[in-house]
């Protein structure tokens, strides 16, 4: 993990994996937020098109592979274990090709991103980060249960706290998320 207090001299591909770890965090942020609304609306209180659900399902794709393939974490099991799910969910989500088990695909997916929020939980204060395992473990149940509105709700907490640390991890310098490079297990 980053120690903000090192500052470590980036070369162009330090700083274009943090950039891309960052545009992830973006993404998925945003994604989340309209997978929200989707589940509200599917919920029954407006017709949602389903082109924008594909939509919205490749946003959350892209948001997972470019901060799971650029996280920087110091230690390569816990690495390991934060951006491998991600890798799992891409796979389930691109081999059910009749979205029968999305529901599956996001819950890798949320693994993901519960780690990334931890890590920047231990890295970084940003208000409500360890709560967003909680919103992303527990709305993958409410989905498997058909419990839209739930779900679409907790969904929209973890957005708008994903949205609160993208935004702050675009304030920080870039070598904030890099730290010392020769702490990195390889």
């Known amino acids: ?14 700083k274009t994996g943090v950039v891309m770890y960052r545009t992830g965090i973006s993404i ?6 309209a997978f929200s609304i989707e589940l509200f609306g599917q919920a029954g209180l ?3 098109p389903e082109v924008l659900g594909h939509l919205i399902l490749s946003g959350l794709a892209l948001g997972v ?3 799971a393939g650029n996280i920087h974490v110091y230690s390569k099991p816990v690495r ?4 491998w799910p991600g890798w799992v969910g891409l796979i389930i989500l691109f081999v059910d090709i009749h979205q029968t088990v999305v529901w599956l695909a996001l819950g890798f997916f949320f693994i993901t991103f519960s780690g990334i929020a931890l890590k920047e939980s231990f890295c970084f204060k940003v208000i409500g980060l360890k709560l967003v395992p909680l919103f992303l473990a527990s709305s993958v149940f409410l989905m498997f249960f058909k419990f839209l509105w739930i779900t679409g709700l907790l969904l929209l907490l973890a957005s708008g706290i994903l ?3 993208s935004k702050a991890k675009w304030q ?4 904030f998320d890099i730290g010392d490079k020769s702490r990195y297990q390889v």
């Open 1 to 14: 993990m980053a120690n903000p207090e090192h500052v470590e001299t980036l070369d162009i591909l330090d």
């Open 65 to 67: 592979a470019l901060s």
């Open 163 to 165: 949205a609160y640390l």
């Open 46 to 48: 407006f017709p949602v």
């Open 172 to 175: 920080m310098p870039l070598h």
């Open 28 to 33: 998925f942020a945003i994604s989340l937020f």
């Open 80 to 83: 390991y274990a934060i951006s």
